[in-house]
């Protein structure tokens, strides 16, 4: 007897399923979070060159704060103060109500660093090691080696979840995690940081494949549908929730840890997380299989099932690998044109969720709406999964996401003005690109639920987790290439 036919017999969908559905909605808090950390650890506060040292000139003591910025920092085309120059010397003369031309005048590098407007952002690692000007490269590398540790950790967690078992690895994926996540926050060079962002990537990667991969294996087959939509939402969910504590916690530190601490929560909760039984079976370890169909079987107040010997286990010495994926031309055509499309979604998804300051709005006003626009995308996929079918489901979400994304590309070549400028044309821009973005964004998600749904059942179940682990790394693999490109 197939494992899917005992499994429906216990109750495919009942209270046990339910139990690890939510312990694992509830483990998904820091992955956002630390997804889209960045956005606020990173972030680049106003800020200009420290004129603290003409303070030994007599004049310049005697002067207003406003005054000091005016004779030391050149302004820029659109008003603001310079972030990167500074006047050789005071220009005492811009203080006269009607001050000569001074694009002649000589400007060099700041000298003695920089002084960081704290009214947003108490801290960042941007004012902590100075990540701006000739080093802003360094701020956009933290977020491209976190993800590189994604990338990598998608492989590694999945292969030895495979070896080893998923819940053993779930728990070392917490564990991991929290020691990781925390240490950086702790860090006291940029270098370290950096690795111990790579290796925060790397854990939390293994809470992302190893819960996903057992809320799947212990629901009946009509019901996974529904657990990857789960999955799904939760992302967005705890996305909402993220903004509301970055705008509270505005030292980076302090943000760290504070999204990182619920992974205590989760490291006590997995004792009531129980193995896969699938995987147990495909091992040959069917005594301890049967005590975990027994406890769902209570759980669900079924009848334990008379067929639990007898369930049908693939060969012990038949193994899969990557290779298979494109062995024939029907597996190769399916996982490159899913990889393609995955490295796609996930290139539009971060590239406009890691440019919100683009629109000159509140950072954490927009964090929020991107987010928030994700749950009704994601619930109208899932209603539509059944209704029109998954292809023309999948179709319709991308040709909407290409449509928004398209017409905000038009309004912003006909913004006319910087968006940093008081300009009535440009205000309307801001108002119809905040509109417009997350619409395009929130698309992009629904894409990815219908990826999923679809593009799991598509390779044969023995290769569904290489597939899976395939898929993971072209859509983690997206950001490293992002680095050279301005936000």
């Known amino acids: 007897m197939k494992f899917e036919n005992v499994l429906e017999e216990i ?3 009942g209270k046990f399923q339910i139990m690890i ?18 956005n606020f650890v990173a972030a680049v506060p106003a800020h200009h060159c420290d004129f603290r040292s003409y303070d030994d000139e007599g004049i310049f003591k005697n002067l207003s704060w406003e005054e000091k910025l005016l004779v030391s920092i050149p302004v820029q085309q659109d008003g603001t103060p310079s972030s990167c120059q500074m006047f050789v010397e005071p220009q005492y003369h811009l203080l006269l109500p009607r001050s000569p031309n001074v694009t002649e005048t000589l400007t060099v590098p700041c000298r003695n660093g920089w002084v960081y407007d704290d009214t947003v952002f108490k801290s960042t690692i941007t004012s902590e090691w100075d990540l701006v000007c000739d080093k802003r490269d360094k701020n956009k590398a933290a977020a491209t080696i976190f993800f590189v540790g994604v990338m990598f950790g998608a492989v590694f967690f999945g292969s030895l979840s495979d070896r080893f078992g998923r819940r053993i690895m779930l728990l070392v994926s917490y564990i991991s995690a929290l020691i990781f996540a ?22 939390i990667t293994g809470i992302i494949i190893v819960s996903a991969v057992l809320s799947v294996e212990w629901v009946d087959v009509k019901h996974r549908k529904l657990v990857g939509v789960t999955d799904s939402f939760s992302w967005s969910i705890w996305n909402c929730v993220f903004p509301g504590i970055a705008y509270y916690v505005t030292d980076w530190r302090w943000l760290i840890l504070s999204v990182s601490s619920p992974l205590i929560l989760n490291i006590i909760t997995w004792r009531w997380m129980p193995e896969s039984a699938r995987w147990l079976i495909a091992k040959g370890k069917f005594e301890e299989a049967q005590i975990y169909l027994k406890k769902c079987a209570k759980m669900n107040g079924a009848e334990e099932s008379s067929h639990f010997l007898n369930i049908e286990t693939k060969k012990a010495d038949q193994t899969y690998s990557y290779i298979d994926l494109i062995r024939t031309p029907k597996m190769r055509k399916i996982a490159l044109s899913t990889g393609v499309l995955w490295f796609c979604l996930a290139s539009s998804y971060y590239g406009i969720s890691f440019n919100i300051t683009g629109l000159g709005l509140s950072i954490y006003l927009t964090q929020f709406v991107y987010s928030l626009i994700e749950l009704p995308a994601k619930g109208t996929v899932y209603y539509l999964l059944d209704k029109i079918g998954r292809r023309p489901t999948q179709m319709g979400a991308l040709l909407c996401a290409a449509i928004c994304l398209g017409i905000n590309l038009i309004i912003t070549a006909a913004g006319g003005p910087p968006l940093g400028m008081k300009h009535p044309l440009c205000m309307w821009h801001r108002q119809a690109a905040l509109f417009l973005r997350p619409c395009g964004d929130g698309r992009r998600p629904s894409s990815s639920v219908r990826v999923a749904t679809a593009g799991g059942p598509l390779p044969p179940s023995v290769w569904r987790r290489q597939a899976a682990l395939f898929l993971r790394p072209c859509g983690d693999g997206r950001r490293p290439s992002e680095w050279g490109v301005d936000r």
């Open 11 to 13: 109750n495919g969908f």
């Open 182 to 203: 925390v240490a950086s926050a702790f860090s006291t060079t940029y270098v370290m940081f950096a690795v111990l962002r790579f290796f925060t990537g790397f854990c």
């Open 21 to 38: 559905i939510g312990i694992n909605f509830l483990s998904r808090f820091a992955l956002p979070c630390h997804f889209m950390m960045s």
